[in-house]
């Protein structure tokens, strides 16, 4: 069995409580209060440059160059990509200002960057993981089951949804399971933690939008 599997099914619990929050049922219907899907929004612009540094930084340490190149990609596509998608949402939402980071991307987003930093290669890349493809089968599970044809939202569950956002998330498991197969037992048990820990701050970001947490 590959790592991914395995790692996946340690967290399907934390997914099954994802699909059900408040915050994902709202989105998918079209009526999550706007005030929640801004703080998200300014919350989700700190966080991806956040994400964007780490990914940059596992770039950088890799030392296969074929993952290198894709960890920069990575990178480039959450800088920029996510950042136009950002732009134009701040625009017809009405975001003036940046805002400030509150606790739970602050956490989430420094647990990236020091694990892409200090731990090994491998639990660094098992780390940034769930970013991947968390979004994604939500992006998926959203997708399937909306009714409503006119979602204010629906921008961003197609971005999620789509078939670009599905190849990089794939080829992020394959590189993590290729890694995962040259380490040893026990550094396998720490990707594991570390992917756990991710998908917990995952459901956690939701949920801080949602109630809104601040300092
Ligand atoms: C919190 C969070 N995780 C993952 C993604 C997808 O890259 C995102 N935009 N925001």
């Known amino acids: 069995m590959n790592w991914s599997s395995g790692a996946w099914s340690r967290i399907e619990g934390i997914y099954a409580r994802i699909e059900s929050m ?10 999550l209060p706007l005030e929640k899907f801004q703080y998200y929004m300014v919350q989700d612009a700190f966080y991806l440059d956040q994400f ?3 990914l940059a930084i596992i770039g950088a340490r890799v030392e ?6 894709a960890y920069i990609r990575f990178a480039e596509g959450a800088i920029v990509v996510e950042k136009a998608l950002h732009e134009s949402y701040f625009e017809s939402f009405q ?10 991307c602050h956490h989430y987003g420094h647990f990236l960057k020091s694990t892409a ?3 090994g290669i491998e639990v660094a890349m098992a780390a940034v993981l769930p970013c991947f493809w968390i979004y994604k089968k939500v992006g998926d599970y959203i997708y399937q089951n909306q009714q409503s044809g006119n979602n204010p939202y629906q921008k961003w569950i197609d971005t999620y949804a789509g078939e670009e956002f599905g190849e990089l998330t794939q080829r992020a498991i394959d590189i993590t399971d290729n890694i995962a197969r040259q380490s040893t037992e026990k550094q396998q048990q720490a990707m594991t933690e570390a992917f756990i820990t991710a998908s917990r701050l995952e459901y956690e970001f939701w949920n801080s939008a949602y109630s809104l947490k601040t300092w």
């Open 117 to 119: 930093a200090l731990d």
């Open 52 to 54: 964007g540094r780490a």
């Open 95 to 104: 975001l003036k200002d940046k805002g400030q980071i509150e606790p739970t």
């Open 64 to 69: 296969n160059v074929e993952d290198s190149l």
């Open 22 to 31: 408040s915050f994902i049922k709202e989105l998918m219907a079209g009526t």
